[in-house]
């Protein structure tokens, strides 16, 4: 969490209802902070479904196993949904390899995977005005990492091995002009990394490494609009990060927190048709 940086292969499809794209500047209009563009996940409930049952499973080369199972029960005040996935492969393709000299046809090794997870939602309302939303997210990820195309040294073993859980709960509140939202939300993720030089007398242990990262997640959020001519727009997010990361191989150490605090705020108007500012 401090560089900002998310393994996009860590987040299962099958929990994705929405995906959008900001790019660049234009992630200011969602948050503070996101210069640099940012993708916005989002789900929603269809209030006018009382149940759902969906069952999706792919075979598909390589030993590719893929499950997807969907649950949901509801009517116009509340709605729950729960998603259970399973995906595994062993990878192992075949590709002609122009990373050696002479070329020749190879097998990729090493480099199966399996990921499974599940994602719990709860969405509550009432009045027509307020709304709650909860979310509970976890996942356990592993895969093998395979030498280089062009690697004919000693053989290695390496792999990395995720585990995650993430919390989330909103409260909205929509009247006519005024929109009222708190957020707040809890990620925990654990990575470990192995890589080991493996020869036929010893095998030499290169990093043995494991990170825990939380974070802690706080926004408020209030809108006010006025017809289609006056859009004001404010929040504060306050956020909090720690990071714990220790290599037994190397013996190196790294312990860290960072405290966020950012605001921002926004006021678009409408002239008429054709003519607008913010």
Known sequence: ???????FSLI???????LSLLHGGSSLSRTSGGLGGSIQINNNPDWEKHGDFIYVQDIESFNTFKEFIQIGLGNKQAQFTTRLFHDQSENNFPFHNYGVLPYREDVQENADYRKYGFLHEFYYRWNNKHQVDIRLWGGH?????PQLMSDEGQNRTEYQENEEIKAQLKWKYRSENI????????NNHQLHY???????????ENFNSTSFEKSYMNQLLFQYKYKEILNLESTVDVNYHTVKV????TEIYY???RREVFW???LNVAFNEKTSAF
């Open 1 to 7: 969490p401090m560089r900002g940086d998310i393994d």
């Open 12 to 18: 299962p499809v099958y929990f994705i209802d929405e």
């Open 141 to 145: 990820h592993f895969r093998n990492l």
């Open 179 to 186: 929109k009222w939202e708190v957020f707040g939300a809890y």
């Open 194 to 204: 192995f890589r080991s030089s493996n020869t036929e007398e010893i095998n030499f």
């Open 246 to 249: 220790r290599d037994k191989s």
């Open 255 to 257: 312990n860290n927190n």
């Open 264 to 266: 921002m705020g926004q």
